[in-house]
């Protein structure tokens, strides 16, 4: 189901409240919601250099913040012995294509993504591996 409640207005605004954290009810199946992956906003906060602090902020709620609310020690933070999930972006190419007609389009300018320290999406595709799992870690 994709539901039309809110406008890209709203969804700007929700986002910019300093307690907003990135999270998703989205299930990934043959047609999720657009959205479901927070790169629309994303992108244009990467994207445009004016918003560089808007753009660290953006990665801290997707990153840092948010494992910290779950209560995810080894995750959110790039340091020895943490977990090494991680996403290298080209910041000029970046951008989120996808639409509620082909919602499955991929974004430009990933240029890779390592889950666990291995690489799972390099030169434009996935490589095969598949580290990844199912947090059960109790909140803090």
Do not use: C, N
């Not at 790169?39 to 953006?58: N, Q, T």
């Not at 943490?82 to 190419?93: F, K, S």
């Not at 499955?104 to 490589?127: C, E, F, M, N």
């Amino acid at each position: 189901m994709v539901q039309h409640y809110a406008s890209e207005e709203a969804v700007r605004l929700i986002a910019a409240h300093r307690l907003h954290l990135v999270g998703s009810d989205a299930i990934f199946g043959v047609k999720p919601h657009p959205r479901s992956t927070e790169l629309r906003r994303g992108s244009w906060a990467v994207r445009d250099r004016r918003r560089a602090r808007p753009g660290r902020e953006a990665v801290a709620r997707l990153t840092a913040r948010a494992a910290d609310r779950l209560g995810l020690r080894d995750r959110g933070r790039i340091a020895p012995g943490l977990r090494a999930d991680l996403v290298l972006l080209d910041a000029e190419r970046f951008l989120d294509t996808a639409t509620y007609d082909e919602p499955r389009q991929y974004p430009d300018g990933v240029v890779g993504v390592w889950v666990a320290g291995r690489s799972v999406w390099r030169d434009g595709g996935a490589t095969g591996e598949r580290p990844g799992g199912v947090v059960r870690e109790p909140r803090r």
